[in-house]
């Protein structure tokens, strides 16, 4: 279908492009931006009043499929991802089973182009079964699509596996996408502090990220290694990352909607929708998470979206299920961080597009040139929104099958800036919404 978008604010933070045009899209492919002229559409979509910009990119999302189906299913799944206008995401490798082989990357690959929702990108595991031992077949793994690979949450005790992991990975171009977190020292329910102490919650320590980090960082000074660190959560983490990036050191960093806009004492009363992981830390950590966001330090904002089943929710804080639904937020909770930081929509917006891309780098292939941008011959995915509007976040609202998130206005009392109107993967209607829109077919 040939679609032309008419008259809306044209936004390409990789470009600098900022201006009030159409563009249209011909054969999945953008065919003409700003100026379009002459262009026979099959259909027309106006856009007055409202932002065309390039899809967003979420480098961390649970799909919860295969093994978790009752927390999520692909199509829940990649319907809120289309909702919230992600139109590329790289889902984790731990599933059930983990993907450690290449049939598994490949089947979940074709199920989800088959729905046309939005575009996969898999990690695969590091190691055989995410058990932190022998290494997958990384080579193999990468031919059906893999784009990195990762333990998830699950950490790996030896070192030298780790080394070995790394050394591998460095001789081929691959990136490690690793979680800084101590095996030994991970594991409480909530950060270390007075909020975790007054109510007797077991504590994780900053240092439980840091100490991670220091090993992190020494192996891919010895090995050369590209590796995205994964949810940076405290203050101490970034100036290691930041200085890690001073030297040079081939390291990316992403920080979760939750870390960079919540802390400690939004526990409340053992809110079980503020289990997560990391799991929040205290105020100034935030702030230092928000203001490297915002220099660079940290490269992408994540939805870090993991859907949870309701009875896992209400739970005792301590025994709720970590993990909660944040596809469908992303783009709001990035645009309230940018009217926060006083930053431009670009500057704000490239932080879900293009810095994102330029993490995944090479793995895109042929979509790197285009990916998270709006560039004539370019892909034609695109969401379409209003900035200037606002909504409450409610269970109904939500596409996803996981209805937990610490956003919802009965825990937050407010409502979220921005509104998806539409999505569009490689020139096709992902998502629309229910708003009644101007709009006339050719």
């Known amino acids: 279908m040939k679609i032309l978008i008419q008259n809306g604010r044209l936004l390409d933070p990789a470009s600098g492009l900022d201006q009030t045009g159409d563009l249209a899209i011909a054969s999945g492919r953008i065919v003409g931006l700003g100026q379009v002229g002459d262009f026979n559409a099959d259909r027309v979509i106006d856009a007055s009043g409202l932002v065309v910009a390039p899809g967003l990119v979420d480098l961390a999302a649970r799909l919860r499929e295969p093994g978790h189906e009752h927390e999520g299913m692909l199509e829940s799944e990649l319907a809120a991802a289309a909702a919230g206008g992600v139109t590329s995401l790289v889902c984790p490798p731990d599933t059930d089973p983990a993907l450690d082989e290449p049939g598994l990357v490949d089947m979940l690959k074709f199920r989800a182009r088959k729905l046309s929702r939005c575009r996969l990108f898999p990690l695969g595991a590091l190691t055989r079964g995410l058990e932190g031992e022998a290494l997958t077949e990384m080579a193999e793994l990468t031919e059906s699509g893999c784009v990195g690979f990762s333990q998830a949450y699950r950490p790996i005790r030896n070192t030298l596996t780790v080394q070995r992991a790394m050394q591998y990975a460095a001789s081929f171009g691959y990136t490690l996408w690793l979680h800084p977190q101590d095996p030994w020292l991970s594991g409480g329910v909530a950060a270390s502090g007075p909020v975790a102490t007054r109510l007797g919650l077991s504590g994780e320590p900053v240092a439980a990220e840091t100490i991670a980090l220091h090993t992190i960082l020494e192996l891919v000074r010895v090995t050369g290694c590209r590796v995205h660190l994964c949810r940076l959560s405290s203050a101490a983490g970034v100036e290691l990352v930041r200085q890690a990036k001073r030297d040079g050191l081939p390291v990316t960093a992403d920080v979760s909607i939750n870390s960079l806009h919540l ?38 904002l994540v939805s870090d979206h993991n859907p949870v089943a309701a009875d896992e929710k209400t739970l005792p804080f301590a025994e709720a299920t970590p993990g909660a639904t944040g596809l469908e937020l992303l783009l709001s909770l990035a645009l309230r961080w940018g009217q926060d930081e006083g930053l431009s929509l670009a500057r704000t917006l490239d932080t879900i597009t293009g810095r994102p891309v330029k993490v995944l780098g090479g793995a895109l292939g042929s979509l790197a040139a285009s990916a998270g941008r709006l560039v004539e011959g370019g892909v034609g995915d695109v969401v379409v929104f209003d900035a200037e509007a606002s909504g409450a976040v409610t269970p109904e609202r939500l596409v996803s099958q996981g209805k937990h998130t610490p956003f919802s206005f009965d825990i937050t009392g407010f409502e979220l800036p921005g509104r998806v109107r539409y999505t569009l993967v490689a020139g096709t209607v992902a998502y629309e919404s229910l708003v009644t829109d101007v709009e006339r077919t050719a």
Do not use: E
């Open 263 to 300: 802390s400690d004492v939004d526990i409340g009363y053992f809110n079980s929708s503020m289990r997560l992981t990391p799991p929040l830390r205290q105020q100034r950590d935030r702030a230092a998470l928000r203001a490297a966001l915002a220099d660079g330090t940290i490269d992408a």
